[in-house]
Structure formats: structure tokens, C-alpha cells
T-cell receptor, first 114, second 111 residues
Framework: DADVTQTPRNRITKTGKRIMLECSQT?????MYWYRQDPGLGLRLIYY???????NKGEISDGYSVSRQAQAKFSLSLESAIPNQTALYFC?????????????FGPGTRLTVT | DQQVKQNSPSLSVQEGRISILNCDYT??????FLWYKKYPAEGPTFLIS?????DKNEDGRFTVFLNKSAKHLSLHIVPSQPGDSAVYFC??????????FGTGTRLKVLA
């Protein structure tokens, strides 16, 4: 089984709809992240959480919100989806251990807003 | 302001030859750098990293070089294999466990 899972894997939604993307991990990591990938722009950080009570905005948080329901679960919400939020979304985790900066990514959610 | 830049969107290399992927950064506070590889329909996977106190780190066919004065790092793959064909991202961190990624370079290794 995958260590970092994302649901759904693909989603098409209409402008103005609310949508939630979910991320679960079995790695036991404290830190979780949400990124979006757009062609030519690489991966950009939306939100990150270093533990259940710690939520922080990333580079491009406008239009998004998150919820850290448990150590293993981190959800990303689009309250009112717009077409320029069409992108590939990745969840990632990393350990608290200072000796490791490595992040582990989920398989991604392809979101299309029409 | 793009803190991490990968100026070559794509690169083609013959199998068996060296692949060199470049990355430039502007944030002098970065103290750790990572390279990730991404195949289509998959999430990025960690490849190799380097701390700012080093100028080279090697792992099998993969070597990362860091030139702090030039704010430049490069990933060398020797010898290149068709399975190395993927998009490669470099990322920098300033010790806060936040990562700034570059835009990626698509490597194609020709058989």
C-alpha cells in the first residue's frame, strides 16, 4: 500500500462549487504539505502543517483552506472553485527528524474547474 | 520573485552519456538542496540532496554539485539510462522545512 494517498485522483467540477481534496499518510510523519503544479511553474506551496495544531500559509494560499484532522490526515478545500485553480495537486509529508529533509509525495489529484 | 530557477525546460541525451541538469537560486539563506524525479501520473520522488556545508554529494550514478558563491547547483547522471527519462525538480530550503521548487527540467534519454 502507498504511504501517502490522495483522493480523488481526478475530479472535474464547475465554477463556484466547493471541493475537498483529501490526503492520508501512514508514514507517521508530523509535517504535511499541499502543493499545486502548473505547466512551466513547477511546484508551488499552498499550505503546510508541522503538527495537528500548526497550520501555515504557503506561497499561494488565496482561495484555499486546509484542515488537519489528525496527524495522518490533511485536507485541502476550495470554497468556491474557479478555472485558474485547474492544476495537479500534490500532498507531501516529511519527518520531524532534523537529519532528514526528504519529502514524500502522494500520487497527485488532477483537478479541472470548468 | 522566483527563488529557484531551472532555465532549461528540456534536455535530450544519448544513452550512456552524461546528463547535466542545472539549477540556480537567489536565496542566500538556503542551507539544503534536494533533487526530485517525477514520472507522468506519479508524485515526485526524492533522488539526492546536499547540505550547504558540502560541495558534492554522490549516490551511485547521481552526483550533485553545489557552488555557493555562484548560487548554482547541478545534477550529473552518469551513465544516463532510458529509465532516467523524467522531469527533474530542484528545491531549496532555509532550514524551516519549507521547500521552494524550481520549474523542472524534462530529461529525455535516447536509446
Amino acid at each position: 500500500d502507498a504511504d501517502v494517498t490522495q483522493t480523488p485522483r481526478n475530479r472535474i467540477t464547475k465554477t463556484g462549487k466547493r471541493i475537498m481534496l483529501e490526503c492520508s499518510q501512514t508514514k507517521g510523519h508530523d509535517r504535511m504539505y499541499w502543493y499545486r503544479q502548473d505547466p512551466g511553474l513547477g511546484l508551488r506551496l499552498i499550505y503546510y502543517s508541522f503538527d495537528v495544531k500548526d497550520i501555515n500559509k504557503g506561497e499561494i494560499s488565496d482561495g484555499y483552506s486546509v484542515s488537519r484532522q489528525a496527524q495522518a490526515k490533511f485536507s485541502l478545500s476550495l470554497e468556491s472553485a474557479i478555472p485558474n485553480q485547474t492544476a495537479l495537486y500534490f500532498c507531501a509529508t516529511s519527518a520531524r527528524d532534523k537529519s532528514s529533509y526528504e519529502q514524500y509525495f502522494g500520487p497527485g489529484t488532477r483537478l479541472t474547474v470548468t | 520573485d522566483q527563488q529557484v530557477k531551472q532555465n532549461s525546460p528540456s534536455l535530450s541525451v544519448q544513452e550512456g552519456r552524461i546528463s547535466i541538469l542545472n539549477c540556480d537560486y537567489t536565496n542566500s539563506m538556503f542551507d539544503y538542496f534536494l533533487w526530485y524525479k517525477k514520472y507522468p501520473a506519479e508524485g515526485p520522488t526524492f533522488l539526492i540532496s546536499i547540505s550547504s556545508i558540502k560541495d558534492k554529494n554522490e549516490d551511485g550514478r547521481f552526483t550533485v554539485f553545489l557552488n555557493k558563491s555562484a548560487k548554482h547547483l547541478s545534477l550529473h547522471i552518469v551513465p544516463s539510462q532510458p529509465g532516467d527519462s523524467a522531469v527533474y525538480f530542484c528545491a531549496g530550503s532555509s532550514g524551516t522545512y519549507k521547500y521552494i521548487f524550481g520549474t523542472g527540467t524534462r530529461l529525455k534519454v535516447l536509446a
